[in-house]
């Protein structure tokens, strides 16, 4: 497997991109947390301080499997506003993967969704359609190449997504028994 690399901006949404990498890294998949900015300390969108693997200059995304974002706000316009990281996801051969705000603030007027189902944060759906997306009312949508998840309950399920992709069902599902998540079970609060 090649690396994969999850972006984390100023006002992430913590729970998107911490079970993300947590799911990741269970699975065994080489996943990296990198920062744009010029110090490897982040602040989420809920006071959260994370210290990221690396910085996005000292990063080599060459054969990477994984571009993800995170979602929550400011951090998705803080992304969106990093061009080096846009341009990246636009020559980008591997697979990507956005939650919550990140595909309609980020990867939609990119084109990335254009033509392609996806889902996001409610709210947020006209600015993925005017740029050609195909909205689906879902936690989260999985095609060939872009998952897209709906917002901070869908973490898991669409990290499992992300490792489902990679790996296999199996794996995903071996990753959620572990975590004492069985999906035939309707009674997800307790």
């Known amino acids: 497997m090649?690396?994969?690399?999850?972006?984390?901006?100023?006002?992430?949404?913590?729970?998107?991109?911490?079970?993300?990498?947590?799911?990741?890294?269970?699975a065994g998949l080489d996943v990296k947390t990198v920062s744009i900015g010029s110090e490897h300390e982040v602040t989420g969108a809920?006071?959260?301080?994370?210290?990221?693997?690396?910085?996005?200059?000292e990063a080599d995304f060459g054969g990477s499997e994984w571009l993800i974002l995170p979602g929550g706000m400011p951090g998705s316009t803080n992304l969106f506003q990093f061009q080096a990281l846009c341009d990246l996801l636009k020559v980008h051969k591997g697979k990507i993967a956005a939650i919550c705000a990140a595909p309609a603030v980020v990867?939609?007027?990119?084109?990335?969704l254009n033509g392609v189902e996806a889902t996001c944060y409610p709210g947020f759906e006209e600015k993925c359609t005017e740029n050609g997306a195909v909205m689906k009312d879902?936690?989260?949508?999985?095609?060939?190449?872009?998952?897209?998840?709906?917002?901070?309950?869908?973490?898991?399920?669409?990290?499992?997504?992300?490792?489902?992709?990679?790996?296999?069902?199996s794996a995903a599902?071996?990753?959620?028994?572990?975590?004492?998540?069985?999906p035939e079970s309707t009674n997800y609060y307790f």
């Open 138 to 169: 879902a936690r989260v949508v999985v095609t060939d190449r872009i998952i897209t998840g709906n917002g901070p309950s869908s973490a898991l399920p669409f990290a499992l997504a992300v490792v489902a992709s990679s790996l296999g069902e």
């Open 2 to 26: 090649h690396r994969s690399f999850i972006f984390l901006a100023e006002g992430f949404e913590e729970i998107e991109a911490l079970t993300v990498v947590d799911v990741m890294r269970r």
């Open 46 to 57: 809920h006071g959260i301080t994370v210290k990221a693997d690396m910085l996005f200059k």
């Open 107 to 112: 990867l939609a007027p990119l084109g990335l």
């Open 173 to 182: 599902r071996q990753v959620g028994e572990g975590m004492l998540l069985y």
